[in-house]
C-alpha cells in the first residue's frame, strides 16, 4: 500500500518586509489547499533562530494527488507571486523509509 508522495520546502526569504508579504500570501493560499481532498499535510513552519526561512511540509496521498495540487488555481497564483519575495528555494522529495506510525505497543 502506498504511503503517500512528499516533499520538504525551504523558503528563504529576501528581508522581513518579504517575510510579512510572504506570509501574507501563504494565508491567503492556505484557504483554497484545505479544499483538496489529495493534500493530507501542508504544514508551515518557521525555524528557529531563522526568522527568514520558511519550511513546508507536504504530504499528498499520491503523486495524482501532488499533481492536482500544482494544478490548482490557488497553487498556480502562489507559485508566480511568492518569487517577488524569496532569496532562494530548495526543494526535497522524500521517500518514507518506515511507518513507525504503526509500531505494536505504540500509543497514538
Known amino acids: 500500500m502506498p504511503s503517500g508522495y512528499a516533499l520538504v520546502v525551504r523558503f528563504t526569504l529576501r528581508d522581513t518586509a518579504a517575510a510579512q508579504q ?3 500570501l501563504v494565508g491567503q493560499t492556505a484557504a483554497g489547499i484545505r ?3 489529495g493534500t493530507l ?5 518557521t525555524p528557529v533562530d531563522e526568522p527568514l526561512v520558511r519550511v513546508f511540509y507536504e504530504l499528498y496521498a499520491d503523486q495524482a494527488a501532488f499533481q492536482a495540487h500544482e494544478d490548482e488555481a490557488h497553487t498556480k ?3 508566480m ?3 517577488q519575495f524569496l532569496e532562494r528555494t530548495e526543494v526535497t522529495f522524500l521517500h518514507e523509509q518506515a511507518d513507525l506510525s ?3 505497543g505504540s500509543e497514538g
Request: hydrophobic share 35%; glycine share 0%.
Open 77 to 79: 497564483h502562489f507559485l
Open 22 to 24: 510572504f506570509d501574507d
Open 35 to 37: 479544499t483538496e481532498p
Open 81 to 83: 507571486a511568492r518569487e
Open 102 to 104: 504503526k509500531r505494536p
Open 41 to 45: 499535510v501542508y504544514a508551515v513552519h
